[in-house]
C-alpha cells in the first residue's frame, strides 16, 4: 500500500521540528538565565549591566515562547519540560508578578488605615479636571502627585476643598490629615528634589516622602547618545544617577524614627538592582498587596513598573492596586495600608492621699 502523501510530509515536518526543538530550547534557557544573572548579579559589577532590567521584560520571553511552540509539535517530552521550564521561568523571576492573599489582621488592635495615591498627572495635558476625575474616584487620604506643574493643581484642590496641600515645583502632596511639619529634601542629582511632610494620623506620626526621579543623565536622551557612539557611557551615567538619588533617600529612610512611605516616579523597573537598598529596608505595596504585574507606564499599553509605593515594615499592606485612566501617560497607583497604632499614654504616678 502506498503511503498518502500528507502523512508523509506531516512526518518530516515533525522530525524538522524534533531537530530544531532541541537547539531552540537550549538557547532559551541560556538566554533567560544570562539575562537574569546580568540583571541580579552582573549590574553589581558593572552598572551598564542594570539597563537590561529597565527595558520591557517581555522581550526576554520571545526565545522561550517560541521554543515552546517548537518543541510541542515534536512530542518530545525531554525537550517539551525544558522549554515549558523555561518560559515559567521567565514568567515569575523576570516579568516578576505579584500574588496577593488577603490575611486576617494579626494584631488585636489595629492602627489608622490610610489610602495613598501616587500619580504622574504628565502636567494635566488631558485636562486637569480629569485628572482631578480620576482622583476623585479613589477616595484617597493622601495624594502625591509628580509633573504638576501648576496646571492640575488648583482644579485638584477644588476638588478636595477639605484637603491641606503642599507644592514644590513639579511635586504636589495633598491630605485630609493635620501636617506637622514639611521640607525640601535634596536628592543629589540636578534640580530635582523630594517633598517630604510630617502628617497626624489619629495619633500616629507619618512621614511621607514624594519623589520623580531623573529619566536620564542630565536631562539627555537615550536616542542622543545612540547618535552619537555614547550608549554605553549614558547608561553608565543614567545608573549612576538613579543610584545616587535612591541613596539620597535611604540617608533620608534612616533619620525617620517612626512610620513612613515613600511614593512616586522612580523610573526604575521592578527588576533593577538600584532598588536594592529600598527593597532591604522597606515593603514595596505592590509587590505584598497586588495581582498581576502592576505595571504603570506607558498607559496604552504597560509595559514596565516604575511607579511605587514603598513602606517601612511596621506598615502593613491591605491591597494595592493600578488604576488607568486617559487623564495621564502614567497609571494611577493606590495601596490601603494599616498604620501602627497610635502609642497609648501613660500616666504618671498618682500623688499619695492626703491623710489628714
Known amino acids: 500500500m502506498r503511503q498518502r502523501p500528507s502523512t508523509s510530509n506531516g512526518r518530516r515536518r515533525r522530525g524538522c521540528l524534533a531537530r530544531l526543538a532541541g537547539p531552540a530550547t537550549a538557547v532559551a534557557l541560556v538566554s533567560v538565565l544570562v539575562v537574569y544573572a ?14 537590561l532590567s529597565y527595558l520591557p521584560q517581555h522581550a526576554y520571553g520571545v526565545l522561550p515562547l517560541l521554543a515552546l511552540l517548537v518543541a510541542l509539535p515534536a512530542r518530545r517530552g525531554r525537550v517539551v519540560l525544558p522549554a515549558a521550564g523555561a518560559v515559567i521561568f521567565w514568567a515569575l523571576a523576570l516579568m516578576r508578578p505579584a500574588w496577593h492573599w488577603p490575611q486576617p489582621a494579626e494584631d ?41 506643574w501648576h496646571s492640575p493643581v488648583l482644579p485638584l484642590r477644588r476638588a478636595f476643598p477639605g484637603y491641606h496641600g503642599l507644592e514644590s515645583m513639579e511635586l504636589d502632596t495633598l491630605t485630609r490629615f493635620p501636617i506637622a511639619s514639611h521640607q525640601r529634601m535634596p536628592l543629589s542629582v540636578g534640580w530635582r528634589h ?24 542630565r536631562g539627555s536622551h537615550v536616542l542622543h547618545s545612540v547618535r552619537h557612539g555614547a550608549l554605553r557611557e549614558y547608561l553608565g551615567l543614567t545608573v549612576a544617577a538613579r543610584r545616587r538619588q535612591l541613596a539620597a533617600v535611604t540617608r533620608w529612610l534612616d533619620e525617620q524614627p517612626g512610620p513612613a512611605i515613600v511614593v512616586g516616579d522612580f523610573n526604575t523597573t521592578a527588576g533593577a538592582y538600584s532598588l536594592l537598598p529600598l527593597r532591604e529596608r522597606m515593603t514595596d505595596a505592590f509587590a505584598a498587596g497586588g495581582l498581576g504585574f502592576g505595571h504603570t507606564f506607558p498607559r496604552r499599553l ?52 492626703d491623710e489628714s
Open 194 to 217: 523630594g517633598l517630604e511632610t510630617q502628617l497626624d494620623v489619629q495619633g500616629v506620626s507619618l512621614s511621607v516622602l514624594n519623589v520623580h526621579f531623573v529619566t536620564g543623565h
Open 38 to 51: 546580568a540583571e541580579v548579579w552582573g549590574a553589581r559589577r558593572w552598572s551598564a549591566m542594570e539597563a
Open 302 to 353: 504597560p509595559l514596565v513598573r516604575i511607579d511605587y509605593i514603598w513602606c517601612t515594615p511596621d506598615i502593613r499592606v491591605r491591597r494595592c492596586r493600578v488604576v488607568r485612566s486617559p487623564a495621564s501617560d502614567h497609571c494611577a497607583l493606590v495601596a490601603e495600608l494599616e498604620l501602627p497604632p497610635a502609642p497609648r499614654r501613660v500616666e504618671g504616678p498618682r500623688p499619695p492621699a
Open 108 to 148: 488585636p488592635t489595629p492602627g489608622p488605615t490610610v489610602r495613598v495615591v501616587t500619580y504622574n498627572v504628565h502636567v494635566g495635558l488631558q485636562g486637569p479636571e480629569q485628572v482631578a476625575q480620576t482622583v476623585r474616584d479613589l477616595e484617597p487620604d493622601v495624594i502625591c502627585l509628580q509633573e504638576a
